[in-house]
């Protein structure tokens, strides 16, 4: 009796399961600077080397086997690079393009990328066959709450079994410009974005990841302001020196 009944509950268990529908938090993204192997003595001695105006590549990175919804990184190795734009809209990418001193905008292509990424030259090269003057590498991490408790990257939300609580999205859009040629910082920028809403409006798949696509849009629509007073403080840095 006793092995009919754990049998009995093991395959109601089961199939349980197959009936609750799940929905797999997105990868973390990138600790860009950590990318680099690079020194300090080494670091200290990099120089800018860009002329203005400038072309700028862009690459999105995020960790390597990233995979949403929406979206797959590409390549392997420490970290992966996400080539089709999801949360990025044509109008953030259009003022990126119209900033002053900005001589054009060329997101990068697998076709350039090695398929394994190990580090940010691996970017910089990529970027060098583009002929671009820098590149603005920018990842996002989102995390999603509930209650105050956070669910980590690749987390299983169940549906149908969160409370009535408050639960939000948040999203950070963190971005660093580099020198093609030489792989000096300009400088960085970074903004964070949250969606909120009741966990009863999370009864489906598609209802967790549209929270999460609102978050990241509105993480990386930020984050182009952001890179606005960054573009302005290095062209009153080094344009004029350059000029």
């Not at 509950?9 to 600790?31: D, I, R, W």
């Not at 919804?69 to 734009?85: C, I, K, L, M």
């Not at 000096?184 to 598609?206: C, H, K, L, M, P």
């Not at 990841?209 to 960054?230: G, I, P, Q, T, W």
């Amino acid at each position: 009796m006793n092995r009919i009944s754990l049998g009995l509950v093991v395959s109601l268990f089961v199939v349980m399961m197959q009936g609750c529908a799940t929905y797999t938090t997105p990868a973390a993204g990138v600790n860009i600077t950590a990318l680099t192997d690079d020194d300090i003595a080494e670091l200290m001695k990099v120089e800018p080397a860009s002329s203005f105006p400038a072309r700028i590549a862009v690459a999105r990175v995020q960790a390597s086997g990233y995979t949403s919804r929406t979206n797959n990184g590409y390549g392997h190795g420490r970290y992966s690079v996400v080539t089709t734009r999801d949360i990025e809209d044509e109008s953030d990418f259009e003022k990126l393009s119209s900033l002053v001193m900005v001589g054009g905008v060329a997101p990068l292509s697998r076709l350039l990328l090695p398929p394994n990424l190990d580090s940010i030259k691996d970017l910089r090269l990529s970027a060098a066959r583009l002929k671009t003057d820098l590149i603005l590498i920018y990842s996002v991490d989102t995390a999603f709450h509930v209650e105050g408790t956070p669910l980590g990257p690749l987390s299983a939300i169940t549906l149908g079994f969160l409370p009535n609580k408050k639960a939000f999205v948040s999203s950070t859009t963190s971005g660093v410009l580099i020198d093609v040629r030489t792989g000096f910082v300009y400088g960085v920028a970074e903004a964070t974005e949250r969606e909120e809403q009741r966990t009863t409006i999370w009864n489906s798949e598609d209802a967790i990841d549209e929270a999460r696509m609102d978050s990241e849009k509105a993480s990386f629509k930020s984050f182009v302001s952001e890179f606005e007073k960054l573009w302005k403080n290095t062209l009153a840095q080094y344009a004029v020196k350059k000029s």
